[in-house]
């Protein structure tokens, strides 16, 4: 072999010889990586790490609660809710009207019957349904109402005042309801309001919800580690967004709707008397959450309970029942009332309403229990 020939193949050499190096280190480094990923899930469903995330029956609910031939609320969900977050795992039965509720009946022989409406507090996000406030609250009122009275919940998680409207003039008229409660959640009752007479209710009543990413409800359901990545990563980028902060020019500007949600939940309710509970937001039940945040935003004390103020005095102008739960809730502290992540109410907190209501002579129905 000359001279040339071994010079022009020691570089060929050596090239693939660092090519081989090269892609050793790689596997190396992916099997590294792959068995680091596999003990750390390991070590993180050992400890217990929870499912992470807001998945509900592998889709999101649909905000317009009131399509389908037979007046069904949720559309497309099946019999069968299940909700899955860092802070709870509850599964629901939905009866065929959508609600998680027993099935309609024949109305007894003098039954009276309660129809309790709102959002997903109303509902009882993430607790069981014994542990709802409105379960809670006719268990220890029950001796005390009427005979024959029953109460039936027609909480649906992201209706505003507009849409619970809708569902008493459409999915619960067929109830055949007495006595009308609708919980207000003043933490995003006028943004969902807002939100709802935007577009046209008749035509997002007919769209099917849109569905949730299949892959990343996978990975919520069966992978510690993308949810200990999110709740430690991601997290940590983001705010709370506190939507029920008002002037009163601001509150003034975004009143319209929720004021014709409120006018068409009682034109519905007819001569059925309604009584309205004022659910907080955490920026009302705690003090400790609102200084922070008025510090934080060179805020005054003068917007924090606005919301509320407007709420009563439009009860009161117009013939409703009104119950303010923000004193009784802000009197425990908002980690042991509230989820750690999510907003809602744990089941101390829907204790510490239904205490509030039954505590109360009138039971918070001044037109029922008299």
């Known amino acids: 072999m000359s001279n040339a020939e071994q010079t022009t193949r020691s570089p060929n050499r050596r090239r693939r010889s660092r090519g081989r190096a090269l892609l050793l280190r790689l596997i190396v480094l992916g099997v590294g990586l792959a068995m680091g990923l596999i003990f750390a899930e390991i070590g993180l469903r050992l400890a217990g790490w929870p499912v992470v995330g807001n998945l509900i029956d592998g889709q999101r609910a649909s905000t317009t609660q009131r399509g389908g031939a ?31 509720e027993r099935e309609l009946a024949p109305k007894g022989a003098g039954e009276r019957r309660i129809g309790l409406f709102g959002d997903s507090f109303t509902m009882g996000m993430g607790v069981q349904v014994s542990e709802r406030f409105g379960d809670v609250w006719f ?3 029950r001796e005390r109402l009427p005979a024959g009275t029953t109460l039936w919940n027609f909480g649906m998680a992201g209706t505003g005042t507009l849409q619970q409207a809708a569902l008493l003039g459409g999915a619960a008229r067929g109830y055949e309801l007495d006595e009308l409660v609708l919980a207000f959640y003043s933490g995003n009752d006028v943004t969902d309001n807002i939100e709802e007479s935007a577009h046209d209710p008749m035509a997002a009543a007919l769209a099917a ?6 892959m990343r409800s996978w990975l919520r ?5 993308s ?5 430690y990563g991601l997290r940590a980028f983001s705010a709370a967004w506190w939507p029920n902060l008002y002037t009163r020019q601001t509150l003034d500007e975004l009143w319209p709707p929720t004021q014709r949600g ?8 007819g001569e059925r008397p309604v009584t309205i509970w004022y659910i907080p937001s955490a920026l009302e ?3 400790e959450a609102w200084h922070a945040h008025r510090d934080r935003h060179n805020l005054d004390d003068s917007g924090r309970f606005l919301l509320r103020d407007r709420v009563r005095d439009w009860a009161a102008a117009n013939g409703a029942g009104f119950v303010d739960l923000t004193d009784a809730v802000r009197a425990h502290p908002l980690s042991e009332t509230n989820f750690r992540v999510d907003p809602h109410w744990r089941p101390l907190g829907h204790r510490v309403a239904a205490a509030a209501l039954a505590e109360r002579e009138d039971l918070g129905l001044p037109r029922v229990a008299k």
């Open 70 to 100: 037979d007046g069904s609320a949720y559309r497309g969900l099946g019999r069968e809710l299940r909700l899955v977050h860092f802070d709870y795992y509850v599964r629901y039965t939905l009866n065929r009207h959508g609600f998680v």
């Open 139 to 141: 268990a220890q009122t």
């Open 209 to 214: 919800p849109p569905r949730e990413n299949p």
């Open 221 to 225: 359901e069966n992978v510690r580690l």
């Open 227 to 231: 949810t200990f990545l999110w709740y």
């Open 262 to 269: 409120l006018e068409g939940f009682v034109a519905a309710a």
């Open 285 to 287: 039940s705690s003090d």
